[in-house]
T-cell receptor, first 111, second 114 residues
Framework: GQNIDQPTEMTATEGAIVQINCTYQTSGFNGLFWYQQHAGEAPTFLSYNVLDGLEEKGRFSSFLSRSKGYSYLLLKELQMKDSASYLCAVTSQVGYSTLTFGKGTMLLVSP | DAEITQSPRHKITETGRQVTLACHQTWNHNNMFWYRQDLGHGLRLIHYSYGVQDTNKGEVSDGYSVSRSNTEDLPLTLESAASSQTSVYFC?????????????FGPGTRLTVT
């Protein structure tokens, strides 16, 4: 079975830094995705981690520790448009393509 | 540009009716997926396909069916709609290897069963 946990809601201020955590327990692990989803819209890809360490892409970075079953998404220089839900998802079988999603973290950025 | 589309975008139907939601992708991806998204549950996998004539059940497949007759389309059928199937439905596709596990999502269909 698979279990993915992330906080339900977070709030932050424009210009600040926020870290969204995700812990997972899976029977086999291949890689971890972060998606962003604005209200009423489709999820869009942010990052993919398969090896331990930090992946940086502009204002967004994602970290993975396979041994701890832990990842985080780091958002810097927050903007109002970053208010969205952030979804953590894992692929659990090498060679297969299904994703299991966490319930998502709703981030509210205030002025 | 390649894309993935869903139709209709909004649908209201009555309990007991059969409903089909369309999904069409021009990425030429082998893998296609159907999810439902509900408050408190996140995205849950209904059915998926790894290629033509291949279909597989996901976490919440009861009451749903799919068929894959070509690469581009994976229609989702609700055999006899129930109020519990009121949800937002997302279709997605992926190429399927390594970084290509990334799934591209359609815009979603909001289905209401009255």
């Amino acid at each position: 079975g698979q279990n993915i946990d992330q906080p339900t809601e977070m709030t932050a201020t424009e210009g600040a830094i926020v870290q969204i955590n995700c812990t997972y327990q899976t029977s086999g692990f291949n890689g971890l995705f972060w998606y962003q989803q604005h209200a009423g819209e489709a999820p869009t890809f942010l990052s993919y981690n398969v090896l331990d360490g930090l992946e940086e892409k502009g204002r967004f970075s994602s970290f993975l520790s396979r041994s701890k079953g832990y990842s985080y998404l780091l958002l810097k220089e927050l903007q109002m448009k970053d208010s969205a839900s952030y979804l953590c998802a894992v692929t659990s079988q090498v060679g297969y393509s299904t994703l299991t999603f966490g319930k998502g973290t709703m981030l509210l950025v205030s002025p | 540009d390649a894309e993935i589309t869903q139709s209709p975008r909004h649908k209201i139907t009555e309990t007991g009716r059969q409903v089909t939601l369309a999904c069409h992708q021009t990425w030429n991806h082998n893998n296609m997926f159907w999810y439902r998204q509900d408050l408190g549950h996140g995205l849950r996998l209904i059915h998926y396909s790894y290629g033509v004539q291949d279909t597989n059940k996901g976490e919440v497949s009861d009451g749903y069916s799919v068929s894959r007759s070509n690469t581009e389309d994976l229609p989702l059928t609700l055999e006899s709609a129930a109020s519990s199937q009121t949800s937002v439905y997302f279709c997605a596709s992926s190429a399927g290897q390594g970084r290509s596990y990334e799934q591209y999502f359609g815009p979603g269909t909001r289905l209401t069963v009255t």
